[in-house]
């Protein structure tokens, strides 16, 4: 149980585009959402925290209006990345909570974004 | 400001060995402490976990020995394996509140 999927694991775009990554809890209703960003070899970096039909809360030095997040439904979030750049490029991961207090944190596989 | 300080950063142990991964904190209110594991282009998948009201858990392989005084917990991995290698994160959290990863240890087990 608890699996969270993402989609694409990988994705090739071209400077100035916009490119859709998915997160979806697969087993279980997921009251919050996380999006993380890491890049190689350093740790992961909290970049939102999405409720269910609610705006995002973005952490600090995180662009909103670069990194859309729309949690539309229980079981699905999703991160869009407007305007892409080069320095976008990254490891995005995904998680999810089940409930509000006291619930672990389940991650998804990851997507990888290259911006050319 | 790093909310939880891991070490060591790399960390190589011989097969049948024990590894031992070290993390540290300041917030006295956290109140979750798990370990993750993530293999290279993967995403980290809970290893075990710990709450300030006891000092060890152990399953299979993996203990975590927590020092609430010290503010410190660590994850130890007993006979270590090659398929253990891969990167360790410690994490930590105030129930419902934002969660705070350590720096990551890249553990390498050779054969």
């Known amino acids: 149980g608890a699996v969270v999927s993402q989609h694409p694991s990988w994705v090739i775009c071209k400077s100035g585009t916009s490119v859709k990554i998915e997160c979806r809890s697969l087993?279980?209703?997921?009251?919050?959402m996380f999006w993380y960003r890491q890049f190689p070899k350093q740790s992961l970096m909290l970049m939102a925290t999405?409720?269910?039909?609610?705006?995002?809360?973005?952490e600090q030095g995180v662009e909103k209006d670069k990194f859309l997040i729309n949690h539309a439904s229980l079981t699905l979030s999703t991160l869009t990345v407007t305007s892409a750049h080069p320095e976008d490029s990254s490891f995005y991961i995904c998680?999810?909570?089940?409930?509000?207090?006291?619930?672990?944190?389940?991650f998804g596989p990851g997507t990888r974004l290259t911006v050319t | 400001q790093q909310q939880v300080k891991q070490s060591p950063q790399s960390l190589i142990v011989q097969k049948g060995g024990i590894s031992i991964i070290n993390c540290a904190y300041e917030?006295?209110?956290?109140?979750?402490f798990p370990w993750y594991q993530q293999f290279p282009g993967k995403g980290p998948a809970l290893l075990i976990a710990i709450r300030p009201d006891v000092s060890e858990k152990k399953e299979g392989r993996f203990t975590i020995s927590f020092n609430k005084s010290a503010k410190q917990f660590s994850l130890h991995i007993m006979d270590s394996q090659p398929g253990d290698s891969a990167t360790y994160f410690c994490a930590a959290e105030v129930t419902g509140n934002q969660f705070y990863f350590g720096t990551g240890t890249s553990l390498t087990v050779i054969p």
């Open positions: 998680s999810a909570r089940p409930g509000t207090f006291g619930y672990e944190q389940y």
């Open positions: 999405s409720n269910e039909g609610s705006k995002a809360t973005y």
């Open positions: 087993d279980f209703q997921a009251t919050t």
């Open positions: 917030n006295t209110a956290f109140d979750y």
